[in-house]
């Protein structure tokens, strides 16, 4: 009976080293995570802060786009009501009697 006991005792002591052994690699893989888990959130966030960037500036481009496109229409427009006008004139100068 002693030689039992004592053979329980050592395997008690054995499942008790084994289990702080496995608690410490548990608490370092933990840390581990945690570390890792922080690294790749601070990489998201620096990635979304660069993409809400890229957003901004072409919304600025567009903006701009936008304006130069109305800009260019607009004097599209001028120039084609110009050369009516001076289609125009070029035909009432032709009627005209005394040019010819």
Do not use: I, Y
Request: aromatic share 2%; net charge positive; hydrophobic share 35%.
């Amino acid at each position: 009976v002693q030689n039992q006991h004592d053979d329980v005792k050592k395997q008690l002591l054995d499942l008790q080293l084994q289990h702080n052994s496995l608690k410490l690699e548990h608490r370092k893989s933990l840390e581990s995570h945690g570390q890792r888990l922080a690294q790749l959130q601070q990489e998201k966030d620096s990635e979304v802060a660069n993409l809400q960037d890229t957003v901004f500036k072409l919304r600025e481009e567009s903006k701009l786009l936008r304006k130069a496109h109305q800009e260019v229409h607009s004097q599209l427009l001028n120039a084609q009501a110009q050369m009516e006008e001076f289609r125009q004139l070029k035909e009432a100068l032709q009627k005209m009697p005394g040019l010819r």
